[in-house]
């Protein structure tokens, strides 16, 4: 098990997990829990108790094998739209988007500032907005969000030359700390991949062919109860033939990973856009929100995106 993934270094590792989460989400013991320790499986002793780092837990449980980890059943139960046909994807769909901004480290009133869903240059459209504007300690953003769906695959062979390049790379899809996905030469010199890491690194390879191209964050819609917070982010590159393409290069890779049934959305992820994914005026490594108060603590974003049935 401890040998089919990268574990998170040390620079970036925060061990927050204790030993009897690690039992749960791996669905083993401690016995089970020592062999991954003698393995390298990197640890911290804190009063008598293993803690882990949750990114680990995750890689570990979803490349196991054994199909009863919680990272499995998560992933399986998330990707499962990924293998039915893809016309469910393309139409419009209406979201319940809320978001809490919370500055844990807060020094008092100040303005709030949020990277917003920007979906109108894909089809998308906004109501019912209601933004924070000053405040202390947490706050919400909160609109009803239309996306759509649009089969606009990339047209120009460089682009698709290189994006197959890339997906012929064979990096390993792992989760991976948000702060290390900026750094995403080290991700990709460990042989592994994830959503804004690939971005950023797809994004610089299409600039120096010429290209256009920025990486931009978003959320990835589907992700029920907070279960599993999966970072998202695509590249959007001006193609051939002049219209802005996202490419969602690490959702195929992922797709073709959990299952070979997903060629369709696959190369729906290449170029064309989809309903379950609201992007934001975020930058490929930038945050999607900050507090004005001047505490030097980021603060905290977690979305709550619920379809709403039309
Ligand atoms: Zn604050």
Redesign the pocket.
């Known amino acids: 098990m401890a040998d089919s993934i990268e574990f998170i270094p040390a620079q970036y590792s925060s061990k927050t997990q204790p030993e009897s989460v690690a039992q749960e989400m791996l669905r083993c013991d401690s016995a089970d829990i020592d062999t991954l320790v003698e393995a390298g499986l990197p640890h911290e002793d804190r009063s008598g108790v293993r803690h882990f780092d949750p990114n680990d837990l995750y890689n570990l449980g979803m490349y196991s094998n054994s199909s009863r980890t919680q990272p499995e059943l998560a992933f399986r139960l998330l990707f499962r739209f990924a293998g039915r046909p893809v016309d469910d994807l393309l139409r419009e769909k209406l979201w319940d988007f809320r978001v809490q901004l919370e ?1 844990t480290d ?2 008092g009133d ?1 303005p709030w500032h949020l990277e917003e869903p920007n979906v109108a240059r894909f089809g998308g459209r906004l109501a019912e907005v209601a933004a924070p504007t000053t405040g ?1 300690g947490t706050a919400e953003y909160r609109a009803m969000v239309t996306t759509t769906g649009a089969r606009t695959p990339v047209v120009s062979p460089e682009l698709r030359r290189l994006t197959h390049e890339y997906l012929d790379a064979g990096y390993r899809w792992q989760m991976i700390p948000v702060p290390m996905q900026a750094d995403y030469q080290l991700v990709h010199a460990l042989g592994a991949t994830s959503c804004i890491a690939a971005s950023l690194f797809l994004a610089e390879q299409f600039r120096a062919a010429g290209y256009r191209a920025e990486a931009k964050r978003g959320w990835f819609c589907g992700v029920l109860g907070g279960a599993l917070d999966l970072p998202h982010a695509c590249v959007e590159v001006e193609d051939d033939d002049g219209s802005l393409k996202t490419v969602d290069i690490a959702k195929a890779q992922l797709a073709a990973r959990l299952s070979p049934k997903t060629g369709e959305f696959q190369e729906l992820c290449l170029g064309s856009i989809y309903n379950k994914v609201i992007p934001s005026t975020a930058s490929g490594n930038a945050p999607f929100g900050y ?1 004005e ?1 001047g ?1 030097r603590l980021p603060i905290q974003v977690r979305a709550d995106i619920q379809s709403v049935r039309s």
């Open positions: 500055c807060c020094a100040a202390a507090h108060c505490s």
